[in-house]
């Protein structure tokens, strides 16, 4: 089962809070820390990761709400192929820190690929954007 990890992402000026997976926006702010407390609530409420996204779409920060009593590192989190600077990163969804920095994307791919099925969870491959383009599930 996919967790219905929360977003929050720029729109037509404003701020809006979608589910991960999904184009439809759970709701939209007139401000970025609206946004953000809103979607923290209902991160809260389902279990999930928040991610937060810069004024440009791409992929900023995460929060992981669900795995407060859990440390991460014993915590199944999905696995993000995120940009990092001019290289690539394999975040776990709750993290911060990168798991592994690579030269390319490709690389950085086959290392989420592999942890994802270990663990078998899911990975969210981003673009340059930030934006999520591409998503493997692992976790059946």
Same mark, same amino acid.
């Given at each position: ?79 993000? +192929?995120?940009?990092?600077?001019? =290289?690539?990163?394999? #975040? *776990?969804?709750?993290?911060? !820190?990168?798991? &592994? +920095?690579?030269?390319?994307?490709? =690389?950085?791919?086959? #290392? *989420?690929?592999?942890?994802? !099925?270990?663990? &078998? ?20």
């Amino acid at each position: 089962m996919t967790a219905h990890n929360q977003h929050v992402v720029p729109h037509e000026g404003k701020w809006a809070v979608r589910t991960e997976g999904s184009e439809k926006l759970s709701s939209v702010h007139e401000t970025e820390e609206e946004a953000i407390n809103r979607a923290r609530e209902r991160a809260h409420r389902l279990g999930t990761t928040l991610f937060i996204h810069d004024a440009h779409g791409r992929f900023e920060h995460v929060e992981n709400i669900h795995a407060k009593e859990i440390p991460a590192k014993k915590a199944n989190a999905d696995q993000h +192929v995120v940009p990092h600077g001019e =290289e690539w990163a394999v #975040k *776990a969804a709750g993290s911060d !820190k990168p798991t &592994s +920095v690579h030269k390319t994307q490709h =690389e950085a791919v086959d #290392k *989420a690929r592999e942890a994802a !099925k270990n663990q &078998s969870t899911v990975l969210f491959i981003h673009g340059r954007d930030g934006h999520v383009r591409e998503q493997h599930d692992y976790s059946k």
